[in-house]
């Protein structure tokens, strides 16, 4: 093919990218494990991966951000989502109800771009069920115990009884790390988004995600 030949099956994705399936990449991890922090860096750093904002029934933490950290909803709205089929899948954590709204993940797979998701084991085995192969599952482990604590102490919004809870809850989300393919340890926080890259970028290349490959090769062969 030369150089100038149209290509329309090259793109969304950039110089080398054919067009594909978009991927939902989930990230679970116990509580402190430094799942926002990786994701919030991600997100920075890849322009093709979207987060799914998550509707909660928790309080704001002080910082937090309506409609970019959650929604923040009371329990009669969460009841209607959830009873109307707005939510993909939904979980009660440490006595709130977490969900994640259905539409704005089918609006961004549908466009071709990656979801990403914070979510718990709990939502991961639903999404698992309705999402299959569209699903890459990421779990984040603490270096060690003394370090997870650290991390949750060091949290200033949440009070000791909320870390000796957390430290508690932790020890049963770790229990599921087997239900994902990929195993981070975040040792540093770099080196962990250099792994979760590696991951995503090897995932988009998978064979089955390439809707424009027959395409493309179909182009190839015609200009041999
Ligand atoms: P936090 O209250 O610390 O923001 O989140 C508590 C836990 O709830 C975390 O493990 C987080 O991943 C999980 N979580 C947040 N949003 C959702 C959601 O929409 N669905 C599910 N299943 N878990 C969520």
């Known amino acids: 093919m030369s150089s100038s030949a149209p290509s329309p099956s090259l793109a969304p994705h950039g110089r080398a990218g054919l067009a594909r399936r978009g991927l939902m990449l989930v990230l679970s991890s116990p509580s402190g494990a430094g799942k926002t922090t990786?994701?919030?860096?991600?997100?920075?750093?890849?322009a093709h991966i979207t987060m799914s904002v998550s509707v909660?029934?928790?309080?704001p933490r002080p910082g937090e951000v309506e409609g970019r950290d959650y929604f923040f909803v009371d329990a009669a709205h969460f009841e209607a989502m959830r009873e109307a089929g707005d939510l993909l899948e939904h979980a009660t954590v440490f006595?709130?109800?977490y969900g994640t709204p259905r539409a704005?993940?089918?609006e961004a797979l549908g466009a071709g771009r990656d979801v990403l998701f914070d979510i718990d084991w709990q939502g991961t085995?639903?999404?698992d069920e309705s999402a299959g192969e569209d699903l890459v599952k990421v779990f984040i482990l603490p270096p060690s115990a003394q370090d997870l604590e650290k991390r949750l102490r060091t949290r200033a919004q949440d009070s000791d009884a909320v870390v000796r809870h957390r430290m508690e809850?932790?020890?049963e989300e770790i229990r599921h790390y087997s239900e994902y393919d990929y195993i981070i340890i975040n040792d540093d926080v770099a080196e962990s988004l250099h792994k979760l890259t590696a991951i995503l970028e090897a995932e988009r290349?998978?064979?089955r995600r390439l809707t424009g490959l027959t395409e493309f090769v179909k182009g190839l062969h015609a200009a041999l």
């Open 38 to 46: 990786l994701s919030r860096r991600l997100l920075e750093s890849d």
């Open 56 to 59: 909660t029934t928790r309080p």
């Open 95 to 97: 006595g709130n109800f």
């Open 104 to 106: 704005p993940v089918e």
């Open 125 to 127: 085995q639903q999404l």
């Open 169 to 171: 809850q932790a020890s």
């Open 205 to 207: 290349l998978k064979r």
